[in-house]
């Protein structure tokens, strides 16, 4: 694959959080729909995806849980998993660790559990009137996206993508984003699959400021299908204690780091793609083969990097620690040991000789530097900016 096809899927792949709202239904942007209409019908929707707990549990930080039955999750209302058997862990579990602190990095990176969910249940984030309104209008204000990514070679098929994810916590206005990510996808451009996973700080999807764990899909393009965490069917939550929307600790700038281990590796044996996170390789759960139809089998493209949103016309946010990159982890936000998923589950090295570099802005907005191996903290790269006007 060419490097200008490359550039195409992933300028496709930042504009698919655009559609988001297919799911939630274009209605809803009628300016002629009653407000009394709207309400009933977002009512509606909640009460699909808030599915009846059999207890709840208000975190520290003011999040609410619900434990649901595991086999009664929003999952299932998926057309296609109706008959679904839930894989309880994957196949094949990878994970190496850091054995200890590297420079100033820091990987033990504290969690809060959602503790308390009685057996059988898993604890998923209660979505709240605000956040449904607010992600069903996400494409009418993100209209203008940068990004910055590293993509290993297209001509290799792959089965994941992992990578330890610095934390930084960037100051957003209420209706911009900033996120440090992963994507995994396949497909021709018009039905493209993908799924997306990192942290991100969004008022709009998470109603405060912090850096959140996230993830994010589609099987086609965002016309009918995806959306971000469990705003919709397809997700498959089993894990008792952690969920996606967990906040996470970022590091202190010029100062020790924070760093979070993410990866999404398609299990050998049943082809789901699990979520696995943090340096306890907490399996989170997974997006089954069957809502795929171009990821029912493997990747063609990874990319690893970071995306800043706003309104069109507005200046765009801070990416990562809001400074341009240097390689010092210290002052820059980074990813280290970036790798990907062979056919057997395995975590593999790629051809750093045969990497794909790409951004859409000013490099006095956002930009990085890919470092092929840094230490012992393997293939790693830095990245970040002020944002501004990036046009």
Not at 127 to 149: A, D, M
Not at 195 to 205: C, S, T, Y
Request: hydrophobic share 35%; net charge positive; glycine share 8%.
């Amino acid at each position: 694959m060419s490097c200008k096809s490359l550039y195409d899927w992933v300028v496709v792949l930042i504009l698919l959080n655009l559609t988001i709202e297919n799911y939630y239904g274009a209605e809803g942007r009628n300016d002629k729909v009653a407000s009394k209409e709207e309400d009933i019908e977002l009512e509606k929707k909640l009460k699909i995806l808030n599915k009846p707990p059999v207890k709840s549990i208000q975190t520290k930080l003011g999040d609410t849980y619900d434990c649901i039955n595991i086999y009664k999750q929003p999952a299932f209302d998926h057309p296609l998993l109706r008959n679904h058997k839930i894989q309880m862990k994957p196949n094949v579990i990878q994970g190496q660790q850091i054995k200890k602190p590297i420079s100033n990095m820091v990987f033990n990176v504290v969690r809060p559990k959602i503790d308390g969910c009685p057996s059988e249940t898993v604890p998923i984030r209660r979505t709240t009137k605000e956040e449904l309104v607010n992600t069903k209008h996400l494409s009418n204000w993100i209209k203008h996206r940068n990004f910055v990514l590293v993509l290993p070679s297209a001509e290799k098929v792959y089965y994941g993508g992992r990578a330890k994810i610095s934390i930084a916590n960037p100051r957003v206005d209420p209706d911009k984003f900033s996120t440090s990510q992963i994507w995994i996808q396949n497909g021709p451009v018009e039905e493209i699959n993908s799924i997306e996973f990192g942290w991100a700080v969004h008022p709009q999807l998470f109603g405060d400021y912090n850096a959140r764990i996230f993830g994010l899909w589609t099987a086609d393009g965002f016309k009918e299908t995806g959306c971000y965490n469990m705003l919709c069917p397809g997700f498959v939550q089993v894990h008792p204690e952690y969920s996606f929307g967990e906040q996470l600790v970022a590091g202190r700038y010029g100062g020790n780091q924070r760093a979070f281990d993410f990866s999404v590796h398609r299990d050998p044996e049943s082809g789901n793609w699990w979520f696995i996170n943090g340096k306890d390789n907490a399996r989170i759960g997974y997006w089954p083969k069957e809502i795929f139809t171009h990821l029912s089998e493997n990747a063609s493209v990874i990319g690893y990097g970071g995306v800043a949103g706003a309104d069109f016309g507005k200046l765009t946010p801070p990416m990562g620690y809001g400074y341009l990159p240097t390689i010092n982890s210290a002052y820059t936000c980074c990813m280290t040991e970036m790798k990907v998923v062979d056919d057997r589950g395995r975590y593999l090295d790629f051809d750093t000789s045969k990497v794909h570099i790409d951004r859409n802005a000013k490099t006095s907005c956002y930009d990085l530097i890919f470092s092929r191996k840094y230490i012992s903290l393997g293939i790693m790269m830095f990245f970040g900016g002020p944002g501004g006007d990036c046009l």
